[in-house]
């Protein structure tokens, strides 16, 4: 199994709604990744996740809180977002001692409305 | 830091025909990996190919296959035989080994966006 699975596929919010991102993989994979990409652009890193630890926060503004309960899972959790925060959020994993490719998953597009 | 570069917003190529599509990047590291990625309209970030620097074959995967250049820290893509399937945005991506507690995420162009005509 070589999937990254996310969901939902799209979500539709309104700048004061409360809604959930979810990622989950099942390769053994230590290392978790969120990226937001926007039309056009690379994806950009936002948070990297190592043995169910937050390791790196990429000056994430706070209305965007990731968690990883378990280390085959990893949420986005989103509260007061503003319109330009709408983008594809992609969930992507990887080896962490044994560097292999990452993985990512179809991502979620978000549209702040 | 390390940064990676494709000059080539866009790229087109006949189907059957070959494209090439290039890449530098910039590292004070010796050891690391470097990867071609597809992004399809689907969304899905696809591998396409992988090298690994201490390498110096040059990696193949079918149809796709890597001119890697260390000393000119140049990673260029070679497309045969293209493809309808093929036409998609391109990334170039660098990462780093993993050594202790470092991270290994990547580092991305922004990307050649390939079309491929019937």
């Known amino acids: 199994d070589t999937e990254v699975t996310q969901t939902p596929k799209h979500l539709v919010m309104g700048m004061t709604n409360k809604k959930s991102l979810k990622c989950e993989q099942h390769m053994g994979h230590r290392a978790m990744y969120w990226y937001k990409q926007k039309a056009k652009k690379p994806p950009e890193l936002m948070f990297v996740y190592s043995y169910e630890k937050l390791s790196i926060n990429e000056s994430v503004p706070s209305r965007f809180s990731p968690e990883c309960p378990n280390s085959s899972l990893l949420n986005l959790h989103l509260h007061a977002l503003q319109p330009e925060d709408s983008a594809l959020y992609l969930c992507a994993s990887s080896a962490r001692d044994r560097v292999s490719e990452a993985f990512f998953g179809q991502g979620t597009r978000l549209t702040v409305v | 830091a390390q940064t990676v570069t494709q000059s080539q917003p866009e790229m087109s190529v006949q189907e059957a025909e070959t494209v090439t599509l290039s890449c530098t990047y910039d590292?004070?590291?010796?050891?690391?990996?470097l990867f071609w990625y597809k992004q399809p309209p689907s969304r899905q970030m696809i591998l396409v190919i992988r090298q690994e620097a201490y390498k110096q074959q040059n990696a193949t995967e079918n149809r796709f296959s890597v001119n890697f250049q260390k000393a000119a820290k140049s990673f260029s893509l070679k497309i045969s035989d293209s493809q309808l399937g093929d036409a998609a945005m391109y990334f170039c991506a660098y990462r780093r080994k993993f050594y202790g507690g470092s991270q290994g995420n990547l580092i991305f162009g922004k990307g050649t966006k390939l079309s491929v005509k019937p």
């Open positions: 590292t004070s590291e010796s050891d690391y990996y």
